[in-house]
Nanobody, 115 residues
Framework: QVQLVESGGGLVQPGGSLRLSCAAS????????MGWYRQAPGKQRDLVAS???????NYADSVKGRFTISRDNAKNTVYLQMNSLQPEDTAVYYC?????????WGQGTQVTVSS
């Protein structure tokens, strides 16, 4: 069984920064395709950024140049560095791991951008 635990969310002013972490239990992390998704109230859950097991990254157009995804396989952890945050970035952020055809989700962490 794989568990994903997100942390690092909170309240931040526009223009501020946060770093989200997702710690994975189990032995599949290094071989997993990892992603960060977000879901705002009344909206669907959308991909924010993803990173392959070899470190290739992909970003939603809305966060390119502001967010950076990275992973530390030794710590079984994936990160999302978020800079220049805006109110429209407010959402619950979820970590997702895909190992072959099996998908795992974290419980989510709230990010609120407001003055």
């Amino acid at each position: 069984q794989v568990q994903l635990v997100e942390s690092g969310g909170g309240l931040v002013q526009p223009g501020g920064s946060l770093r989200l972490s997702c710690a994975a239990s189990g032995r599949i992390f290094s071989g997993s395709y990892m992603g960060w998704y977000r879901q705002a109230p009344g909206k669907q859950r959308d991909l924010v950024a993803s990173i392959t097991s070899s470190g290739s990254t992909n970003y939603a157009d809305s966060v390119k140049g502001r967010f950076t995804i990275s992973r530390d396989n030794a710590k079984n952890t994936v990160y999302l560095q978020m800079n220049s945050l805006q109110p429209e970035d407010t959402a619950v952020y979820y970590c997702r791991a895909t190992y072959y055809s099996i998908v795992y989700w974290g419980q989510g962490t709230q990010v609120t951008v407001s003055s």
